[in-house]
């Protein structure tokens, strides 16, 4: 008998998460170009307009800080980018911790049904985000309080249970040899659930996820929250959705990922 999807990992900045990380970017992009950047900006092909949400999708997303910085300088043409890579992190990395704290992003809520669907149906779930500043949100969302806000009710639900606390494993922001779009990371969160990594599935926004999570031998969810189901499907992403809720759950336990019928 066919046997059921057994681990599930969590990209977390725009899948759980609506993160300020786009808006860090792009902010201390601009804020270097007007400062201390000025005297190159015109040798550049970088202006605020062309920083879309397109290019953080398919340039960033997904990618650790300094391999996101790398691919922003050099899309945008910027002279000298591998030398101007660690101040750029180190801006944006101040602006987003700032955000953070000031409380300026929020949790999807259709992720949140997802999480509590996957983890009710006994499926151990992972958080496996490229982001050190992935914990700094997981820690301010309550569960419990979703939970009841929404009449959902779940046997593992305990009073002050956060987001972050509802992961059995939690690997996000560690230095991994190789960023996405290799499979490093997912394959250690397979290894540290406990799980072979045909019996995973992964969920991500970002095409360099979905091409890690194939790449590892994953079924790999494309939540495309920025139009990008092409994007998407194009990296082989076994489904492609605009909202967890979509997901047929019950599913899987078939080992399916599909969609609901109503």
């Avoid at 997981?138 to 419990?144: A, H, K, P, T, V």
């Avoid at 991994?176 to 969920?203: M, N, R, W, Y």
């Amino acid at each position: 008998m066919a046997t059921g999807f057994e681990g599930a990992i969590f990209d977390v900045d725009g899948v759980l998460v609506d993160s300020p990380h786009e808006r860090a970017w792009k902010d201390s992009l601009r804020e270097l170009m007007e400062s201390d950047w000025a005297d190159i900006r015109d040798q550049s092909s970088w202006s605020d307009d062309r920083f879309t949400p397109q290019v953080y999708q398919q340039v960033m997303s997904g990618k650790p800080r300094a391999a996101g910085a790398l691919a922003a300088l050099e899309y945008f043409e910027v002279p000298d980018a591998k030398d101007r890579v660690e101040a750029y992190g180190a801006y944006k990395q101040d602006m987003v911790v700032k955000l953070i704290e000031a409380g300026e992003f929020e949790a999807y809520p259709d992720a949140l049904r997802f999480v509590l669907a996957v983890k009710g149906a006994g499926i151990p779930i992972a958080a496996a985000s490229s982001s050190k500043n992935a914990g700094l949100f997981l820690r301010q969302i309550r569960l419990d309080t979703f939970a009841e806000q929404n009449g959902l009710s779940y046997d593992f639900l305990t009073p002050g249970l956060s987001l972050l606390d509802s992961f059995d494993v939690d690997i996000s922001g560690r230095d991994f040899a190789q960023g996405k779009p290799h499979p490093e990371i997912f394959l250690t969160g397979a290894s540290e659930l406990g799980v072979p990594p045909e019996d995973c599935f992964v969920v991500e926004d970002a095409a360099s996820g979905v091409q890690a999570a194939k790449a590892g031998g994953m079924a790999a969810i494309g939540l495309a929250r920025a139009d990008d189901e092409k994007l998407l499907a194009a990296e082989r992403a076994d489904l492609v959705v605009t909202s967890l809720d979509e997901i047929d759950v019950t599913a899987l336990s078939r080992h399916e990922l599909v969609r609901r019928t109503s």
